[in-house]
């Protein structure tokens, strides 16, 4: 007999031998309107079993890539800041192991940690941002560490001309004014992600994915959900492009698996998940 740990499907090997390692941030003390990403990881992991390693659309099977679970981090909910520095220190450790971390939200100010450690292993970092907010607000209700500012405190480190937003379709006024020249953000879909590609270059790139970009007729599993978002083979599409860049990590967030009983968004998220993995980490 052996203890049993479940973990995300295909993502059994030893940590030595691995070339990416999962964690949860099973996190969401700053959500502004319906709470409950903590879940999403534990979720996905207990999901995954419905979907097989092997992907038909690159061929390719998690079994044979090398993939660590490490499990769910313990955050102190409440506590943004110890939150966010768990996070960085995780990831940090991860990096600093020459593995690939791989970031399974909660809510997507978790991002910020693993942006904080990659960004110092790797200057000149670019983010990719897949999301229907901008996500690009100074505070929200006066608390810098918001899922609803993630994004402007990634400015705060990456700076200007460094930071791609595709399928933005919800901010405020002032923020998609501030974004001007800032980040090069495309409204409502994700269909120049390959002049991205040939602008970013060999670059060191962190890809987040706040799931919410998927429209919710697909994806009805979030605490935020905005209509008019991408289908999910459209998010596929723009995903695969990335394919050639050199990432560093990247994280997939925001899945509130108890607003769709009928399992559908877990299911949606875990095997975008499969696709990321072989796609970044072979």
């Known amino acids: 007999m052996e203890t049993n740990i479940q973990g995300f499907i295909g993502c059994s090997s030893p940590y030595a031998e691995a070339r990416a390692v999962l964690f949860g ?9 319906r709470p409950g990403t903590r879940f999403g990881p534990a979720a996905m992991r207990s999901e995954s079993f419905g979907i097989e390693t092997y992907s038909p659309y690159q061929d390719r099977d998690l079994e044979d890539l090398g993939v660590f679970d490490a499990g769910d981090l313990d955050l102190p909910f409440g506590n943004a800041a110890a939150a966010i520095e768990a996070i960085e220190a995780a990831a940090a450790e991860i990096l600093a192991d020459g593995k690939t971390p791989v970031l399974l939200g909660g809510e997507h100010l978790v991002t910020l940690g693993a942006v904080r450690a990659a960004a110092k292993k790797y200057p000149g970092l670019r983010l990719i941002h897949f999301d229907a907010h901008a996500d690009l607000r100074s505070d929200y209700m006066g608390e810098s560490l918001s899922h609803a500012s993630v994004i ?7 700076g200007d001309g460094r930071i791609f937003q595709f399928g933005i379709r919800s901010g405020s006024r002032e923020e998609m004014r501030w974004s001007a020249g800032r980040t090069t953000m495309e409204k409502f879909r994700a269909e120049t992600v390959g002049a991205a590609v040939k602008e970013i270059g060999e670059a060191p790139v962190y890809i987040t994915l706040d799931l919410d970009v998927t429209d919710p007729a697909e ?3 979030t605490g935020t959900p905005e209509a008019g978002g991408l289908r999910f083979a459209e998010l596929l599409k723009a995903l695969l492009a990335l394919r050639g860049l050199n990432v560093k990590a990247f994280d997939l967030c925001e899945l509130s698996p108890h607003y769709d009983h009928s399992g559908a968004s877990t299911a949606l998220a875990c095997k975008t998940l499969r696709e990321m993995l072989l796609a970044y980490c072979g």
């Open 25 to 33: 941030a099973p996190f969401d003390s700053t959500t502004s309107f």
């Open 152 to 158: 402007r405190r990634c400015h705060d480190i990456l």
């Open 219 to 221: 994806f009805p599993g």
